[in-house]
């Protein structure tokens, strides 16, 4: 009797283990769903959307090099640098982010001339990633996106030249 007394306990024991069990990998399961949903919802900017921050960046560091601010310079290309590595994780779906490795030459041409405090080879960089991006734009059906030397900057309250 005993031993059936024991036998039933273990099985009493092994039941109640089981169904917590399943009750904890059920929530755990709704949890990891809802996640998942929200996660899917959340939003993720376009590619349209990165590349318009990179054309303000764009227009802002041009004014910043031909003004000699270096550090402005500097902060716009890395501004850009970061938006590309942004495009790189959050974009992988679009055929076109590969071609986004055109352009480290490019910026490294201009990295250059920003840590030399060089003018003239930051126009010259500067001409070459703007050509860049227009080749890019071509190579993936964006031709019509023309990109170019800036003729103003992008903000009237932004000051372009290095405070003194």
């Known amino acids: 009797m005993k031993y059936i007394g024991i036998l039933f306990a273990v ?3 092994s039941f109640v283990s089981c169904n917590q069990h399943t009750d904890n990998t059920q929530a755990l399961q709704a949890q990891i769903d809802s996640l998942q949903t929200r996660l899917q919802q959340s939003y993720k900017p376009g590619l349209g959307e990165f590349m318009s921050g990179i054309q303000v960046h764009h227009n802002k560091l041009w004014f910043a090099g031909i003004n000699n601010n270096w550090k402005l310079a500097d902060f716009e290309l890395s501004e ?6 942004d ?3 959050y974009n992988t779906d679009r055929k076109e982010v590969p071609s986004i490795s055109m ?3 490019p910026i490294d041409e201009v ?5 030399g405090k060089d003018e003239a080879q930051f126009k010259a960089g500067f001409m070459l990633l703007t050509n860049t991006c227009n080749t890019c734009h071509h190579a ?3 031709e019509f996106n023309v990109i170019k030397i800036p003729d ?3 903000f009237t309250n932004q000051n372009f030249k290095p405070e003194k």
């Open 87 to 89: 495009i790189q994780k």
């Open 103 to 105: 352009l480290s030459g």
């Open 140 to 142: 993936n059906h964006f």
């Open 152 to 154: 103003a900057p992008p």
């Open 111 to 115: 990295n250059k001339a920003i840590q």
């Open 80 to 85: 850009i640098k970061e938006t590309l590595e």
């Open 11 to 13: 099985a009493l024991i």
